[in-house]
């Protein structure tokens, strides 16, 4: 029995908080899209597994219009979802001494330039420092989000929106038909379907190459990074306070609200390893599942500790485990842009994605120009 | 069964070690993994100028958990020593140079030091070729560093060491430019322990002069007793000196015939400006040392650091683009700000 044929105006295949949040644009764009989601439910990979931080301009002291930008998404995404903000936390930002890629002067002076509140930290919190390593330390003004709220407005906003979703349904592969209309077959609780459509938003992230390889498209190169963040307890003498120390291999402390852990991450130890994907190399997904998870935690929390002593009190409960996908030029100019890519063989088929959430203010300019208008 | 309970450091400094360096980092890399479920490998490369850096790369991707640091020139094996320590995250860090140190005994010297007081040294047992003269003269100055300055600076030490983190926080705390590791980790206080091992080859020793002048800067970076001596001596001769100048008065007095003091005159005064001038000699050499403690420069600059196949986070960019090929990089900023 050949499945049936659905018809949608758009299929959008992954339900992250790129995905979900695409649906609803079109949807203000009088499209009626359908949301296909691989896992039991939405926002559940790297929408979730990160480090909860909305940017506001700090993390980029050396492209001065990622931080502009950042600085303007701020408000946008506070005011956007004022009840999965989450600032019950004093944010301190830190520059290394040694191997840093910036300087105390030079951070203070970008910052000034985008406008970024920055003013030297109290006593109480340089205290906890060991300025053998840090040069300076100031306060920053900077939020983070609660990923399980996050999922919850963006279930309600597309149940309100009446947006179709189909969870545990993969997409499989993916052709054109004769009148020029793409056709993606599927396979989930509902058993094997067929779609019929004429725009398909493929926001997979880290899967953004499956199809592609099973529908016998070009692989658009991309570079995976097996990362792991450990989620600790801090010690009672840093209760509340998050710590980022720029900009070289240092370590971030940040607050994940939906598990009441702190995240702890590390540029040297949060990677594993790393591969570019082609033809023979693994399925991401897959390879996060197989690969035995042995933790670098330890190794974050003595390094860390060498910056701030107290972080050796730091108690590891957790791991969050990701594939972190990132464009091979952001390895040349230090960069993690968002890609909106139209493909070149089949113009229907969109590949979309952000490195970080704040970036889908961008994608309604993109939108306007493949000719989806409000 | 690895112990997952502590962390250990390798610290190795290289400098020229293109030959060795694979086979020792693979037996190292070996020992290691076998005994801790977390280490490093830290390299500190001294500006090797014979491809070791590129070598370095190849290894990278073959033994995991090693960092390479390049250091921008020629620094010496003792700073090399310093920047691995200084950025080594370890409860134990060990150091040991490539092709000379049996780093087959790690697991048992980390216990060791363990188990006892946290500094753990390694005594060379191969005797060194010298002169009966240089012999003695070191064997009188270890005597000296040991009576006079107070600290166990054993002849025969090598670079093979465990120090625990709290001995390697205090030894990256001192900023002397005069660094000698040997003896900063006899006179920081901690009780030490030594173990004898036969190196596998050991280089041959630097010249007469050089060793000279290393003792003379230990002497003088690690005491004041030198100072403490001359001072005296120059008390004492004023002493004398005060006594002599009675003596002439005396003469003045007493004898007739006192105009021809020729002789006894000019050997006063060589004598003291003699001794004057070995005085302001070694009050230059602390004057010296003042001078470039004041200047407080880096100890040294690292060039590179990098890691075992994994690559260095990227910061995220806010960029759109449109097309990730890399033959035509035609992707458009959206935006600006």
């Known amino acids: 029995m050949s499945p049936v044929t659905q018809v949608a105006d758009a299929i959008i295949i992954g339900g992250g908080f790129f995905g979900a949040y695409l649906a609803l644009l079109l949807k203000a764009r009088g499209l009626n899209p359908v949301i296909l989601e691989r896992e039991p439910d939405l926002l559940l990979r790297a929408s979730y597994n990160n480090q909860a931080r909305v940017h506001n301009g700090y993390h980029y002291p050396r492209s001065l219009m990622t931080a502009v930008r950042s600085r303007i998404n701020f408000p946008r995404f506070i005011e956007d979802f004022p009840d999965c903000v989450f600032e019950g936390f004093e944010k301190y930002y830190a520059v290394g001494r040694v191997l840093g890629k910036v300087t105390a002067g030079q951070f203070e002076l970008f910052m000034q330039r985008v406008g970024a509140p920055l003013t030297p930290a109290p006593d109480r919190v340089r205290k906890l420092f060991n300025f053998h390593l840090i040069d300076e330390v100031w306060t920053a003004r900077e939020i983070a989000f609660d990923a399980g709220k996050l999922r919850q407005v963006m279930r309600a906003r597309l149940a309100s929106a009446d947006i179709p979703i189909f969870l545990g349904t993969n997409a499989d592969r993916l052709h054109t038909s004769d009148d020029t209309k793409l056709v993606i077959e599927s396979s989930g609780p509902d058993g094997a379907q067929l779609w019929r459509t004429s725009h398909v938003f493929n926001c997979t992230y880290s899967g953004l190459n499956r199809i592609r390889r099973s529908s016998g498209l070009p692989l658009i190169p991309l570079k995976h990074e097996f990362t792991e963040m450990a989620l600790v307890r801090p010690p009672e003498a840093l209760a509340g306070i998050s710590v980022t120390v720029m900009c070289g291999p240092f370590f971030s402390l940040m607050p994940f609200p939906d598990r009441g852990l702190w995240t702890l991450s590390h540029v040297r130890y949060t990677p594993h390893h790393s591969w570019r994907d082609d033809a023979s190399s693994p399925d991401p997904y897959e390879h996060l599942e197989r690969t035995p998870k042995v933790t670098n935690g330890p190794l974050m929390i003595r390094d860390a500790a060498r910056f701030m002593p107290e972080i050796a009190n730091c108690r590891q409960e957790d791991s969050l485990w990701e594939i972190k996908t990132v464009l091979p030029q952001s390895e040349l100019d230090d960069g993690r842009p968002i890609l909106f890519q139209r493909d070149s063989h089949i113009p229907g088929l969109i590949s979309i994605m952000g490195g970080k959430l704040d970036n889908i203010y961008d994608i309604p300019q993109e939108l306007d120009a493949i000719g989806i208008l409000s | ?337």
Not at chain 2, 215 to 244: D, K, M, Q, T, W
């Open chain 2, 1 to 337: 069964m690895p112990d997952r309970s502590l962390v250990v450091s390798l610290v190795v400094p290289i400098f020229n070690d293109a030959d060795v360096l694979g086979s020792f980092l693979k037996r190292a890399s070996d020992v290691l993994a076998s005994s801790y479920a977390f280490y490093e490998i830290i390299l500190v490369d001294d500006g090797s100028t014979d491809g070791t850096a590129k070598l370095v790369g190849s290894l990278l991707e073959a033994i995991p958990r090693i960092r390479y640091l390049g250091l921008t020139r020629r620094f010496g094996r003792e700073i090399a020593i310093s920047a691995g320590l200084e950025t080594s995250i370890g409860d134990f860090v060990v150091v040991a140079v490539a092709g000379v140190d049996p780093i087959e005994r790690l697991p048992e010297l980390v216990r060791r030091c363990r188990n006892g007081s946290g500094v753990l040294c390694g005594l060379s047992t191969i005797p060194l070729p010298e002169s009966p003269f240089s012999k003695r003269l070191s064997t009188l100055f270890h005597a000296y560093c040991r009576k006079a300055l107070g600290f166990d600076y054993r002849e025969n030490a090598t670079d093979f060491r465990v120090l625990s983190r709290q001995a390697v926080n205090a030894i990256t705390r001192i900023r002397d430019r005069h660094r000698y590791l040997k003896v900063f980790t006899v006179t920081m206080g901690f009780e030490v322990d030594f173990f004898d091992y036969e190196p596998s080859t050991r280089a041959g020793r630097a010249t007469f002069s050089e060793r000279l002048n290393h003792a003379i800067e230990i002497a003088i970076a690690n005491s004041r007793h030198p100072l403490r001596f001359v001072s005296r001596l120059g008390l004492l001769l004023s002493g004398l000196n005060v006594v002599y100048a009675g003596y002439v008065v005396v003469i003045y007095l007493f004898k007739r015939d006192v105009a021809e003091g020729w002789t006894t005159l000019s050997l006063q005064m060589t004598g003291m400006f003699f001794f004057l001038f070995l005085i302001l000699a070694v009050l230059c050499e602390y004057i010296g040392r003042i001078l470039e403690e004041t200047q407080d420069r880096p100890l040294y600059f690292v060039a590179t650091e990098k890691n075992s196949s994994v690559l260095l986070e990227n910061s995220i960019e806010k960029n759109i683009l449109n097309d990730t090929t890399l033959a035509d990089r035609e992707w458009h900023v959206t935006g600006g700000g």
